[in-house]
């Protein structure tokens, strides 16, 4: 399951996918249900669960993707074209030596 909180998204582990979903399983056909790995309704609770827990891991990204304070790449140039900022290119820089401490280098100069 899915969790917003104060603190931003909680996502289930795929542990607790597989373990809720083998338990709905036991709800529905009874607790004598052969689950084992091995068999076509554990292969397919463990093809439910992986597939949960990736659409789970894809939400939360994409959530925190929106975050400008986390966002990254493209998603970050995204954020800040919103707040109509547009981000300035790399720009190469070099050191200069000098024997002076506290030498300071003007913008520019680079």
């Given at each position: 399951?899915?969790?917003?909180?104060?603190?931003?998204?909680?996502?289930?582990?795929?542990?607790?996918?597989?373990?809720?979903?083998?338990?709905?399983?036991?709800?529905?056909?009874?607790?004598?249900i052969n689950?084992?790995?091995?068999?076509?309704?554990?292969?397919?609770?463990?093809?439910?669960?992986?597939?949960?827990?990736?659409?789970?891991?894809?939400?939360?990204?994409?959530?925190?993707?929106?975050?400008?304070?986390q966002a990254?790449?493209?998603?970050?140039?995204?954020?800040?074209?919103?707040?109509?900022?547009?981000?300035?290119?790399?720009?190469?820089?070099?050191?200069?030596?000098?024997?002076?401490?506290?030498?300071?280098?003007?913008p520019g100069?680079?």
């Amino acid at each position: 399951m899915l969790q917003i909180t104060d603190t931003g998204m909680v996502i289930e582990p795929l542990a607790a996918i597989h373990q809720r979903l083998t338990d709905g399983f036991r709800r529905i056909y009874g607790d004598d249900i052969n689950i084992d790995a091995d068999t076509p309704d554990g292969q397919m609770i463990g093809l439910f669960a992986q597939e949960l827990a990736n659409l789970n891991q894809a939400i939360a990204f994409m959530a925190q993707m929106l975050d400008p304070y986390q966002a990254t790449g493209a998603w970050l140039e995204q954020r800040a074209l919103y707040a109509g900022i547009v981000r300035r290119g790399a720009q190469q820089a070099a050191v200069l030596e000098n024997d002076q401490p506290g030498t300071r280098i003007s913008p520019g100069r680079c």
